[in-house]
C-alpha cells in the first residue's frame, strides 16, 4: 500500500511559479513509478509528467516541457514537480499517482489532489 498527499497547490499570475510535492507513506515508495497527472473542469484526467523508480528517466507531455521538471527524494518518500512560466490553460486539479511494482505486476494508487489556478 501506498498513501499519497499533495501540497503546495494555490492562485498564481500567469508566467508565476509552483512548486507541487507529493510525500508517500510506504514501504515500497522506492520501487514505484512516480506521476503527476491533471484535470481541468469538464475535461478527462491527463498525464503531465512521470519518472522512474531509480529517477533516471522522465518524461512530459508536450504542453509542459521546458517549463515543468518533475524530481524525486527517495530518502524523504517525496516526488516533486515544479511549475514554471504557468499558464492559465495549466489551471486544474493536480494528482499525483505511484505505480508500484511487483514483478511484471503493478498496483495504481492516488492522491487526493491539489488545485492549482493561473489567472491571466
Known amino acids: 500500500q501506498v498513501h499519497l498527499v499533495e501540497s503546495g497547490g494555490g492562485l498564481v499570475q500567469a508566467g508565476g511559479s509552483l512548486r507541487l510535492s507529493c510525500a508517500a507513506s510506504g514501504r515500497t515508495f522506492s520501487r514505484s513509478d512516480m506521476g503527476w497527472f491533471r484535470q481541468a473542469p469538464g475535461k478527462e484526467r491527463e498525464f503531465v509528467a512521470d519518472?522512474?523508480?531509480?529517477?533516471?528517466?522522465?518524461s512530459y507531455t508536450d504542453s509542459v516541457k521546458g517549463r515543468f521538471t518533475i524530481a524525486r527524494d527517495n530518502a524523504m518518500n517525496t516526488v516533486y514537480l515544479q511549475m514554471n512560466s504557468l499558464k492559465p490553460e495549466d489551471t486544474a486539479v493536480y494528482y499525483c499517482?505511484?505505480?508500484?511494482?511487483?514483478?511484471?505486476?503493478?498496483?495504481?494508487?492516488w492522491g487526493q489532489g491539489t488545485q492549482v489556478t493561473v489567472s491571466s
Open positions: 519518472i522512474t523508480w531509480n529517477g533516471q528517466t522522465t
Open positions: 499517482r505511484a505505480r508500484a511494482w511487483s514483478s511484471l505486476l503493478y498496483s495504481d494508487y
